[in-house]
């Protein structure tokens, strides 16, 4: 998209030069963005009483290529603005049971775990480990719903005596004058991320990096604006299942663990990809027992 407003402000701002058939799908989305970013174009076509052809024809009014990009950017909208239960409750009504319900988070969080093992190595965790064995000082940046993850890695690595310093981010100038005080002793940054990707977060990482922190990030896909700025980037993949209208903070917390533990033991690369494997059991247990 070309220019700088949000879907429903896009849609809004053309609407009054539209027939009544795409004032029809319009309306459909403005009436309720969150069911129509769950929806597939048949369903999406049948619910606004059109053909998809039509719908598409409508997407690439506003400048979309296809029904499934403008579906995406519903969903960034959703995840932004909509308030949180509301999601939940659309995820609900998405299923046809309780069970059902319970059965797609449980293999959406397993599948995550088993991703986050996968996307992130051994040798990256080796690294983020001397990282933060060697560095002066550590701060935490992270927003919103994302600390609590942060807390979590804080208080974890707090019980074997090291020290993490969360920043204050809505305090941004006495977090950006912390950092700036720590430049040349060899400090890091860890920032979590999660959708929507917090300004305050990558502007502080940003500025970090700038003066020579080493940057150790983790966030849910390589578009997060961390990603570039990071020296190591962990991927922590989001619920797959439910469209990336929910954060999932499973995965976050198993490599946070796994950081915890090679800290901890200081074993050597063989008995630490030993150690990860007995993490990833350990969770799978876990979740097999819910």
């Known amino acids: 998209m070309g220019n700088n407003l949000n879907i429903l402000d896009n849609i809004k701002a053309q609407y009054p030069r539209w027939n009544s058939t795409r004032k029809r799908i319009a309306d459909r989305i403005l009436s309720d963005p969150t069911r129509c970013s769950f929806l597939s174009i048949r369903e999406f076509a049948n619910l606004a009483n059109t053909t998809d052809v039509t719908v598409i024809n409508f997407c690439k ?5 296809s029904y499934s990009e403008l579906r995406k950017e519903l969903q960034s909208y959703v ?5 949180p239960s509301d999601r939940m409750r659309m995820i609900a009504k998405s299923q046809e049971s309780a069970e ?3 059965k797609t988070i449980y293999d959406s969080q397993r599948m995550g775990v088993d991703e986050a093992f996968r996307l992130n190595s051994v040798d990256k965790i080796l690294q983020a ?7 002066s000082r550590i701060f935490i940046a992270s ?9 979590y890695l804080s208080y974890r690595f707090s019980t074997f005596g090291l020290e993490m310093t969360s920043l204050d981010l809505a305090e941004e100038h006495q977090s950006m004058s912390r950092l700036t005080i720590q430049r040349g002793n060899n400090p890091l940054l860890i920032s979590v991320a999660s959708p929507p990707y917090g300004k305050t977060t990558i502007a502080v990482t940003k500025l970090a990096k700038d003066i020579g922190f080493k940057i150790i990030s983790f966030s849910d896909d390589p578009s997060c604006p961390l990603y570039g700025l990071s020296d190591i980037a962990f991927i922590c993949p989001n619920l797959q299942k439910f469209e990336g209208l929910t954060n999932s903070y499973v995965p976050y917390f198993a490599l946070f663990d796994a950081l915890a533990f090679f800290y901890y033991f200081g074993h050597e690369k063989e008995e630490k990809e030993s150690e990860v494997k007995h993490l990833k059991s350990a969770y799978s247990e876990i979740l097999n027992d819910l």
């Open 61 to 65: 009014g506003l400048g979309y290529s």
């Open 79 to 83: 995840l932004e603005w909509a308030n």
């Open 100 to 102: 059902g319900l319970y």
């Open 129 to 135: 480990d001397d990282m933060i064995r060697n560095a």
């Open 143 to 151: 927003h919103n719903a994302s600390r609590l993850a942060t807390n």
